[in-house]
């Protein structure tokens, strides 16, 4: 069916608003803005009706899948659904026009929030010192490796460039690590999926500034010896980094802080209640211990003398990261989701999600191979599609399939280390009958590849738009023509 363009619905006069007649005197534009910078023809902009443009609207954003739609088991990116309270405070009045330049001393409920929150994080890391500035997960840890670098370089000790960290690294780490002037050394997995311990002691020596670690790694297993691997780092000379974008796994269970670690970074539009995905804002706050807190970017928000919150510029901080305060709306979100929850409430979202996931890894272990499946996964976990894959239908198949069951996909073909790789993480989210729906879904399928593998290699069939060419989808983006074709 052809919906057509905004464009297209537009007809010569029509109109959606009527805008009151000018009350101020009127300006002349060429003046103000100069002659050469007016247009010489009007803008084009589509001419219709408020329910056309309306509902032109409402139909794109139904095409759209999203977490208020369905479930959107997307592994490691933890697509919850967030309150619509925590929206709500976000856009109260006196946050959204505080300008971000206002003095101090007008932005005190803005101020106080921030340390509230600053300090619920350190509580829930276990850490003292914290920075709400990062805009996102990987921010976070560019920020994180540079308190490590500036602890080392503070002290003389320059020779310490490397980083370890296990092959099952989220991608963005290396990343952060070579912006952050460090070398990777890949740390291997063994058998169980955890990092191997023997080659960790290995490769830590008097050039390792320190370990990157996401816990649960990326199979959504916890590392057993934990204590073990950040104090093989220590004696070593060099310090622990928590991935912790996977905190949905622990709240109130464990703290990166008790494991050894010395700064790890949350995903706040993960774990703590704010809509991602399309590149929305971020939040990536890094917690600390005391002894990394002088160097952090400035300003971070302490509590001053006279009891009041207040920004102060850390001794050692290697400046701004970011211009102005992080994404403050996405704080906001933060505060609310931890205020509504409280202590108890955290706790239970992490158990929930924890038992979802095993729930689900369970039902679909005798159709699906669970490539690491040595006990209880954590709030993520990881099944290989080489059963299917040696019938002729890959994972990348399997995904486009469950589009048609109405189900967004898992995560696919990361991590890297597994095969055919379907990484799924339904989050507390979801109800008994929605997992359940999930697995007959995937159970569905595999009765597919066996019987009519074309239906599932030919899907997508019911979605607004057929399979793209992955490439040229991200290479040629033709929104319009597709969006008319379909
Ligand atoms: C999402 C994620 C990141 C990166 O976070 P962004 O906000 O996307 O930059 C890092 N590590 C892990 C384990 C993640 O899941």
Known sequence: MSEGTIF????????????PALDVPPVDPAAVFGAGSLRSAPAGLPEVSEAQAVRHFVNLSSKNYHVDKGMYP???????????????????????GLHPLAPEELCGGALQLMDELGRFLCEITGFEGISLQPAAGAHGELTGLLLIRNWHLERGDTARVEILMPDSAHGTNPASCTLAGFRTVNVKSNSRGEVDIDDLRAKAGPATAGLMLTNPNTLGIFESGIEEI??????????????????????GIARPGDMGFDVCHLNLHKTFSAPHGGGGPGSGPVACRDFLARYLPDPVVTRTGDGGPAMTRPERSFGRLLAFHGHFGVLVRAWAYIRTLGAAGLREASETALLNANYLKARLRDTYDVPYDDGPCMHEFVISGERQARAGVKTLDIAKR?????????TVYFPMIVHESMMIEPTETESLESLDAFVEAMLSIAREIDEKPHLVTDAPVNTPVLRLDEVRAVKELEIVEKWENS
């Open 8 to 19: 297209t619905k537009s007809r010569c006069g029509r109109k959606g608003i009527d805008l």
């Open 230 to 251: 950040t104090r093989i780092v220590h004696d070593a000379g060099g310090l622990c980094y928590m991935d912790g974008a996977n905190m949905n796994a622990m709240l």
């Open 402 to 410: 469950l589009l048609d069951y109405g189900f967004h996909a898992p």
């Open 74 to 96: 997307l592994g490691s990116c933890t697509m919850k659904y967030n309150p619509k309270m925590n929206e709500d405070l976000a856009r109260l009045p006196g946050f959204t």
